[in-house]
T-cell receptor, first 113, second 115 residues
C-alpha cells in the first residue's frame, strides 16, 4: 500500500523569500511522484512529476523538486515566491501497477507582502 | 483545446435526494478517475473507469454510490439518498492511456452541499 505524508498543513512566508514544502512517501515498489497545485475553488494543476532519471525535476512557475530515494522524500522548492503562489499544494504517488493517485493532505502556502 | 469539464460546479441537495455529477474528459482521453475531497483532507480515490468498463472501484462506498462511463456521453457519478457526510468536492480527472506514469488532468470539481 502507498501513503503520502505532508508534514506541514500551512506554510506562511513573505514574498520573495524561498520556500520548501515537504513530502514523504511510503511504497513497497518503485514509484512515480507528482506535485499538484490547487487555487481556491479550482481543480488541480500539475506542477511537476518524477518518473525516472535525474532526481532534480523542474516544473512550471519556477518550482522544482528533488527525489530522494533513501529518505523517501520529494520536497518542493521555490527560490523566491510571489503573492500569486498562494494556494494549496498536494503531493501524490502512483506506481506502474496502480494507475490511480494517492494524495497527501496538502500544504497551504500563504504568501504575504 | 478544452480541458476536463464537470457540471454542475455547485450542487445543493436535501438529505435523501439523488445527486448526479457529470464529467467530460479531455478530447482523446478514454480513462476517467473520480476523487473526493473532504474539508481539511486531501483527495481520495473513488473509482477508475474506461469507456463502458469499471476498472477499479476500490475507493467507492459499496452502498448508494455508482459510476458509469458510457460509450457516448460523459462519465456520471451518482449518489443516491445523499447524507450530510456526502458534502464534499468531487473531482474528475482524465488521461489518454492507463499507467501510473501518466499525468491525470483534473476538472474544476463539483461542490456538493447536502442540507
Amino acid at each position: 500500500a502507498q501513503s503520502v505524508t505532508q508534514l506541514d498543513s500551512q506554510v506562511p512566508v513573505f514574498e520573495e523569500a524561498p520556500v520548501e514544502l515537504r513530502c514523504n512517501y511510503s511504497s513497497s515498489v518503485s514509484v512515480y511522484l507528482f506535485w499538484y497545485v490547487q487555487y481556491p475553488n479550482q481543480g488541480l494543476q500539475l506542477l511537476l512529476k518524477y518518473l525516472s532519471g535525474s532526481t532534480l525535476v523542474k516544473g512550471i512557475n519556477g518550482f522544482e523538486a528533488e527525489f530522494n530515494k533513501s529518505q523517501t522524500s520529494f520536497h518542493l522548492r521555490k527560490p523566491s515566491v510571489h503573492i500569486s503562489d498562494t494556494a494549496e499544494y498536494f503531493c501524490a504517488v502512483s506506481d506502474e501497477g496502480y494507475s490511480t493517485l494517492t494524495f497527501g493532505k496538502g500544504t497551504m502556502l500563504l504568501v504575504s507582502p | 483545446n478544452a480541458g476536463v469539464m464537470q457540471n454542475p460546479r455547485h450542487l445543493v441537495r436535501r438529505r435523501g435526494q439523488e445527486a448526479r455529477l457529470r464529467c467530460s474528459p479531455m478530447k482523446g482521453h478514454s480513462h476517467v478517475y473520480w476523487y473526493r475531497q473532504l474539508p481539511e483532507e486531501g483527495l481520495k480515490f473513488m473509482v477508475y473507469l474506461q469507456k463502458e468498463n469499471i476498472i477499479d472501484e476500490s475507493g467507492m462506498p459499496k452502498e448508494r454510490f455508482s459510476a458509469e462511463f458510457p460509450k457516448e456521453g460523459p462519465s456520471i457519478l451518482r449518489i443516491q439518498q445523499v447524507v450530510r457526510g456526502d458534502s464534499a468536492a468531487y473531482f474528475c480527472a482524465s488521461s489518454p492511456v492507463s499507467g501510473g506514469r501518466e499525468t491525470q488532468y483534473f476538472g474544476p470539481g463539483t461542490r456538493l452541499l447536502v442540507l
